[in-house]
């Protein structure tokens, strides 16, 4: 039954986190989870459960998690294999098992299933599956606090929370970094002109009604254009291959996470919809401006630093633009500038270079 009383504080060593899923923003959603057990469990190893193999990527750069089991996507038609990782996994006897997610049956099942002396997970309701229930009011909205609420909540029997959250991180090496700035810089000078201001990237795809139409991306960038003169616009070019901003920028595209993740540490600016690639972008620590018409603000909202989402609702790209423009100003500490005319259905007065470099 569960047994809120007994606080999880030692003999922590050994922590396995259930998360089964493919998605690269819920996988990255995970690593302020990370940091928080390095912290609170010093010396202790971690083991993850995904799903797929892009879970292998974010983490590669945690010191402290050894393995991370990449169970196969739509497991139950590969039966073979999830049963051979799952036995793999069951080998170990874990101090702490933590199931992170409010109303995931399949990690609640895992956490069931492998073998630990703690289990946490949320619950309003004492079960036999865990150890320690948290309650769901624990949990808050942000996705990528809600572990840690879990995890303190049960560390230290108390119905409270610190306000401190470390922020997402993919933990870039050095080199990484500089091979980022390297592209960075050749895309940026392969504009007509030499530019000194900031460099800013676009990534304009999401999924379903995340995504905003070419068309209002053609009016923020030429919007961002009028107003930045001087900036340099490169497009973070999708998985599929192909431009979203009708190949009028420097575009860079990669299949590896990592690249991609070295290359928007180098932009001075990202801004992008909702989705998978606006959490990279929070992880490297470049500004990253999320923009938001379908899905709630404060559930998944980049922060830490000078992150930050806007609520776009029905605005034009122009308009957003312009609250862009004012937002990353106010990071500067500079004057707001003088406002722009919102433009409409114009093509930007730059060379279309649209050179992707493969990963």
């Not at 003169?229 to 998985?239: D, K, L, Q, Y």
Request: glycine share 8%; net charge positive; hydrophobic share 40%.
């Amino acid at each position: 039954m569960s047994t809120p009383i007994v606080s999880i504080r030692q003999g922590i060593y050994r922590i396995l986190i259930c998360r089964p899923n493919h998605r690269l923003g819920n996988t990255l959603l995970l690593t302020p989870l990370i940091c928080e057990l390095e912290e609170r469990y010093q010396g202790a190893e971690i083991d993850i459960v995904s799903e797929g193999d892009i879970a292998e990527d974010v983490f590669k750069g945690f010191f402290s998690v050894k393995r991370v089991f990449c169970l196969p996507r739509r497991g139950f038609k590969h039966p073979v294999a999830m049963l051979r990782t799952l036995f793999r996994i069951r080998r170990t006897h874990y101090d702490l098992i933590i199931d992170p997610t409010l109303g995931s049956g399949f990690a609640r099942a895992l956490t069931r299933l492998l073998r630990g002396r703690f289990k946490v997970g949320f619950s309003d309701k004492p079960t036999r599956t865990l150890t320690h229930a948290v309650p769901h009011a624990v949990a808050g909205r942000h996705m990528a606090q809600r572990p840690i609420n879990l995890v303190r909540w049960a560390a230290n029997s108390i119905k409270t929370t610190s306000q401190f959250y470390p922020p997402l991180s993919i933990r870039l090496t050095r080199d990484e970094r500089a091979e980022g700035a390297s592209v960075v810089a050749a895309l940026a000078a392969s504009t007509s002109r030499q530019k000194e201001g900031p460099v800013i990237g676009i990534f304009g795809n999401a999924t379903g009604t995340k995504r905003y139409p070419e068309v209002w991306w053609t009016d923020f960038v030429a919007t961002l254009h009028d107003a930045l003169p001087n900036a340099s616009i490169i497009e973070i070019v999708p998985a599929h291959a192909r431009s979203m901003l009708g190949e009028a920028w420097p575009g860079y595209y990669s299949s590896d996470i990592r690249r991609m993740a070295a290359v928007l540490a180098a932009l001075d600016l990202f801004v992008t919809a909702d989705c998978g690639v606006m959490h990279l972008g929070s992880a490297t620590g470049v500004t990253t401006i999320g923009l938001f018409k379908a899905t709630a603000l404060d559930v998944y909202v980049p922060y830490g630093g000078c992150n930050t989402g806007i609520d776009t609702a029905d605005a034009s790209g122009s308009d957003t633009a312009l609250r862009v423009i004012e937002r990353y100003e106010a990071t500067r500490g500079s004057p707001p500038l003088q406002k722009a005319v919102p433009r409409t259905r114009r093509v930007p007065a730059q060379p279309a270079h649209g050179a992707h470099i493969g990963g």
